[in-house]
């Protein structure tokens, strides 16, 4: 929403985005999935507003955060800046740091430092480090405090349902981290898409209910990868690769399942896979490859949805 | 004689004798460091080392420990004064009769542990003023301190008094607990010194620093504090290894500290702010000598070698006062910590029964000691009342030497000598 001093006639122009993937619906469902595979009760109150609270958490609270942290952060922090003329830095950049050793811009010096003592060399590091750090905080002020806001709040969330749900929540705050450094590096974002975009809301929902057991643990992986193949599909609107890891990935859920004795669930598995590969072959074979992901997600969730069932012994 | 008798007796003049040490040491440590052209600083330290002698024979080793009865040094039931005037519990003063007349040997024994420590605590106060002071005012100063300022304290703290009687009156722990005059001996005098600086006006001049690190009389005051610390029963206990231990663990961990520090920011150890390191790690360790294990003390005593640096930037350069020796960040400031360090740290397994308190089961907890609220023995309970009569007492020390001591400096300080 911006205020439209250029469009005549309009006070103020209001637009609709897309959320960029990772946002939303993937760690909502995730975090349902751990929920149901946790096999815990759903009923009284208690236990549905915490799953209805998780649904918030993950869906909104950390479906931002993974955004703001994310490579999608970078353009959005500076929209509409062009490319900066020689000479001139760029708004991104860090503020010059002070020389090293200037007295001045000291934040804190210990009592007797003198010039050249490792205490002074420390003091302008310190200083230096404080001085971009608040270069930053003023540059990306919004940016930050919404970080930390929802940092805070999934903490705090996580706080509330014991130690290993806050340990879960602390291990997403490490994701984000790696995200935020990792970010132009492909092979890296893809796995941390499959493990922050499904996997980690999955361990958090299971954290919520009772300790992770293995076979959720690795369910929770597969269906990470398939999101990820699944979110890098929508992404360029087209059919390739990743379509491969989604299809592979629940592939190998259902040969889990065949393995672990129980062969319903892997037939009922086999037919919502069957159902996505016979629909990416139609849509390639009609030229519609922008529409497969948007076609074949609802499938999907339903095999994943399944699977946290039976493996929550719902079944 | 039985043995234990004798052997609490021996314990104790021995230790004191040796305690003499510590006033030695801090007396010939202020005479090499002082800057000045006034008279021969050793001399006048001495003579008021020797007036603190006579002043607690005559009058402040009867206010000081006239109500203290002493059966583990033989002594039979005495008739004693104290003036309580708030009831039991409320002692201001006390009075046991003038100078050793008809004493027996266990308080014969006592008193000499109260010569080392008015010497101490005189000396502490003298050290950065000797050779600023007037004859007059020197030797008015040195009476007043030990035969009022301190007897009164020590007698709050250790004589039964108000501080002591604040566990069983007010519930407040064990009452104030300073195993080896953390407070009584070093906060006081420390703090007296720089009551008098303050009073006297006496500033540091530009450029001006320890030049003479005087290691030898700070090695001779350690000892002389570890004996100290280990009369402070009045009888040989089990316990005296620790306590010499303890005294030990916190002067090296304090002064490896202040070396650190100083190498840190200023690229050399820094000798001064090492033997300073030194003196405050032993002042702090005689809060809790008895009351905590070693490692404990490894972080009372690192604490306080920080407070050594940080104490003597403070006065040194803040308030640009003149204490060549650094009695004040050392000795006051540590000695404060100390006090503090006890109510936070004290492990809980000793100290049953002190002061009339929870002898046999205390916060519920069979054998349960002096306890601070961390670092517990297992099985112990936090007592955060300990640490609110430790805090207490830190202030009654910190008022009482920096009022009183500032108004008798005001009086025997005529001018600085040129």
């Not at chain 1, 879960?168 to 092979?187: F, V, Y």
């Not at chain 1, 369910?219 to 992404?235: H, Q």
């Not at chain 1, 996505?276 to 997600?297: C, D, K, N």
């Not at chain 2, 910190?398 to 005529?414: D, K, P, Y």
């Amino acid at each position: 929403m911006r205020t439209g001093d250029d469009l005549p006639g309009r006070w103020i122009e209001a637009r609709l985005l897309p959320a960029p993937t990772g946002a939303g619906l993937g760690p909502a469902l995730g975090w349902l999935a751990g929920v149901l595979a946790a096999g815990g009760p759903l009923w009284p109150w208690p236990y549905l507003g915490r799953l209805l609270l998780g649904l918030f958490l993950t869906g909104a609270v950390w479906g931002r955060l993974w955004i703001l942290f994310g490579e999608e952060a970078a353009s959005a922090d500076n929209p509409s800046h062009g490319s900066p003329s020689p000479g001139e830095r760029h708004p991104a950049e860090p503020a010059e740091p002070p020389e090293q050793g200037e007295p001045t811009s000291l934040p804190f010096r210990l009592p007797y430092t003198i010039p050249g003592s490792l205490s002074a060399e420390w003091a302008a590091a310190l200083a230096r480090a404080w001085a971009r750090l608040r270069e930053a905080v003023e540059r990306r002020r919004p940016w930050l405090l919404e970080a930390l806001g929802l940092t805070a709040l999934l903490l705090l969330v996580g706080s509330l349902w014991g130690r290993l749900s806050l340990l879960t929540a602390a291990a997403g705050l490490a994701l984000l981290l790696l995200r935020r450094l990792l970010r132009g590096r492909p092979a890296a974002v893809s796995l941390l898409r499959a493990c922050g975009g499904l996997a980690w809301p999955w361990w958090l929902g299971h954290t919520a209910w009772g300790p992770l057991a293995p076979g959720s643990l690795l369910l929770s992986l597969l269906w990470g990868v398939a999101y990820a193949g699944w979110a890098e599909t929508a992404r360029v609107r087209a059919a390739g690769r990743p379509l491969l890891w989604t299809d592979l990935a629940q592939g190998a859920t259902l040969a889990f399942f065949l393995l672990t004795g129980r062969p319903v669930v892997g037939g009922v598995l086999a037919f919502t896979l069957l159902g996505q590969v016979l629909l990416q072959a139609g849509l390639r074979r009609a030229g519609r490859e922008e529409a497969i992901a948007s076609r074949t997600w609802l499938l999907a969730a339903a095999g994943m949805l399944l699977s946290a069932v039976a493996l929550g012994g719902w079944l | 004689m039985d043995t234990d008798l004798l052997l609490n007796l021996a314990w104790v003049v021995l230790m004191s004798v040796l305690g003499m040490a510590l006033p030695v040491g801090i007396g010939l440590r202020a005479a090499r460091v002082t800057r000045g052209q006034g008279p021969p600083g050793a001399g006048r330290l001495l003579l008021a080392g020797l007036l603190a002698l006579l002043i607690a024979l005559a009058c402040g080793f009867s206010l000081q420990y006239g109500a203290v009865h002493l059966p583990q040094l033989g002594e039979e039931a005495r008739p004693a004064w104290q003036w309580a005037p708030f009831g039991e519990g409320s002692g201001i003063l006390a009075w046991g009769g003038p100078g050793l007349s008809g004493a027996e040997n266990g308080r014969m024994a006592l008193f000499l542990f109260q010569v080392a420590g008015t010497a101490t605590v005189v000396l502490l106060a003298l050290a950065p003023l000797h050779a600023r002071l007037p004859g007059l005012g020197l030797a008015a100063a040195a009476l007043a301190i030990g035969g009022l300022l301190y007897p009164l304290l020590g007698h709050w703290a250790w004589g039964g008094g108000w501080l002591a009687a604040a566990g069983q009156m007010a519930c407040l722990g064990h009452g104030f607990a300073d195993w080896g005059g953390a407070g009584v001996h070093y906060a006081l005098g420390g703090l007296l010194a720089l009551g008098g600086l303050l009073a006297t006006r006496t500033r540091r001049e530009e450029g001006e620093g320890e030049s003479r690190p005087a290691l030898v009389p700070v090695l001779l005051a350690v000892f002389g504090m570890t004996a100290l610390h280990s009369a402070s029963a009045w009888a040989a206990l089990p316990r005296m290894g620790l306590v010499v231990a303890n005294t030990w663990v916190g002067s090296a961990a304090a002064g490896l500290v202040a070396a650190v520090y100083m190498a840190f920011t200023t690229t050399r150890v820094g000798t001064p702010m090492l033997a300073r390191g030194l003196l405050a790690g032993a002042a702090a360790s005689a809060g809790l000598a008895a009351f905590a294990p070693p490692t404990t003390l490894l972080l009372v005593g690192a604490v306080a070698g920080l407070i050594a640096c940080l104490g003597s930037y403070l006065v040194e350069q803040v308030w640009r006062l003149d204490d060549p020796s650094g009695v004040v960040p050392a000795f006051g400031f540590g000695g404060l910590w100390g006090v503090l360090a006890t109510g936070l740290f004290a492990d809980g397994t000793y100290g049953q029964g002190l002061n009339g308190v929870g002898a046999g089961r205390y916060l519920g907890v069979p054998g349960q000691g002096v306890s601070g609220i961390a670092l517990l023995a297992p099985g112990m309970v936090p007592d955060y009342a300990q640490l609110a009569v430790q805090v207490l007492g830190a202030v009654v020390i910190l008022g009482w030497a920096l009022g009183v001591g500032w108004l008798l400096f005001r009086l025997v300080s005529i001018r600085p000598r040129k």
